[in-house]
């Protein structure tokens, strides 16, 4: 079992920034890949971005590329979300979410979520 904490969400003014973390406790997420999920309210939730076990690969939705960016440290078991020039369509609960294989985007633990909201 894998217990998955969000934090570092908030309110910032479109054009800020904000950095998520996600910290992963119980069995680790060793060998997993990680993503960043989010649900806007009255719409569904929509992937946002993914990397592998080893950082190699990074995964992003169009509507995010070149302005968020994923890492992760597997010695803190912790995976980060870097927010830049936010804009209030970014404005949702932020959820991070583990997988069993190295590359594999299929998720299988989720956390609670933390709240980002961009004021205009």
């Known amino acids: 079992q894998v217990q998955l904490v969000e934090s570092g969400g908030g309110l910032v003014q479109a054009g800020g920034s904000l950095r998520l973390s996600c910290a992963a406790s119980g069995r680790t997420i060793s060998g997993g890949s990680m993503g960043w999920f989010r649900q806007a309210p009255g719409k569904e939730r929509e992937f946002v971005a993914g990397?592998?076990?080893?950082?190699?690969?990074?995964y992003y939705a169009d509507s995010v590329k070149g302005r968020f960016t994923i890492s992760r440290d597997n010695a803190k078991n912790t995976v980060y979300l870097q927010m830049n020039s936010v804009k209030p369509e970014d404005t949702a609960v932020y959820y991070c979410a583990s997988a069993n294989g190295a590359y594999s985007r299929t998720y299988d633990y989720w956390g609670q979520g933390t709240q980002v909201t961009v004021s205009s």
């Open positions: 990397i592998s076990w080893g950082a190699d690969t990074t």
